[in-house]
């Protein structure tokens, strides 16, 4: 079975700029997180998804916004983006959101 | 604010040593705990899942619970340099939210 596939696997954007990020979960698993992990710290929650509804949101600004489609795929947009968002992006998949979590091989953004 | 310590290190121990991983956590309502590794650049792979008061081991691998005192810990049994990574530990929310919270790792290397 496949794991979670994350799309880009890297992506330079400028200061402004809007980006689009994809994630694929584990086939059967109906909730999607997504993490934001910045060198040499944790990862840290944004927001949550199961069947298709917002579950949970982290200490973001309105900047980050996501979505789940029916197929239970993901996006994560950020907007107006700013230095400080150049990270590892990571999508994590779980039956439910309410156990173990699989991650995907993230995302690294760049922005200059 | 719900946390989760750990010691940062770097841990350094020889090649078929025992390492020893340790973790605090301050929701006392919490019932699901992971570890997870991560290699430079990668993203967490999860090791271990542990949910009752007590040991649960696999391969080279144990994690011990001691639900009253907020501790988990993860021993790793005759450590090889492959295992040099930083190990997260990992707690899910025991409010609404059931968001993971992560500490910050701790970095381990295990020298030939």
């Known amino acids: 079975d496949a794991g979670v596939t994350q799309s880009p696997t890297h992506l330079i954007k400028t200061r402004g700029q809007q980006v689009t990020l994809r994630c694929s979960p584990i086939?059967?698993?109906?909730?999607v997180s997504w993490y934001q992990q910045v060198l040499g710290q944790g990862p840290q929650f944004i927001f949550q998804y199961y069947e298709k509804e917002e579950r949970g949101r982290g200490n973001f600004p309105d900047r980050f916004s996501a979505r789940q489609f029916p197929n239970y795929s993901s996006e994560l947009n950020v907007n107006a983006l700013l230095l400080g968002d150049s990270a590892l992006y990571l999508c994590?998949?779980?039956?439910?959101?309410?156990?173990?979590?699989?991650f995907g091989p993230g995302t690294r953004l760049l922005v200059l | 604010q719900k946390e989760v310590e750990q010691n940062s290190g770097p841990l350094s121990v020889p090649e078929g040593a025992i390492a020893s991983l340790n973790c605090t956590y301050s929701d006392r309502g919490s019932q699901s705990f992971f570890w997870y590794r991560q290699y430079s650049g990668k993203s967490p792979e999860l090791i271990m899942s542990?949910?009752s008061n007590g040991d649960k081991e696999d391969g080279r691998f144990t994690a011990q619970l001691n639900k009253a005192s907020q501790y988990v810990s993860l021993l790793i049994r005759d450590s090889q340099p492959s295992d040099s990574a930083t190990y997260l530990c990992a707690v899910i929310d025991a409010g609404n939210n059931r968001k993971l919270i992560w500490g910050l790792g701790t970095s381990l290397a295990v020298n030939p």
């Open positions: 086939s059967g698993h109906k909730s």
């Open positions: 994590a998949s779980s039956l439910t959101g309410q156990e173990t979590q699989y």
């Open positions: 542990i949910y």
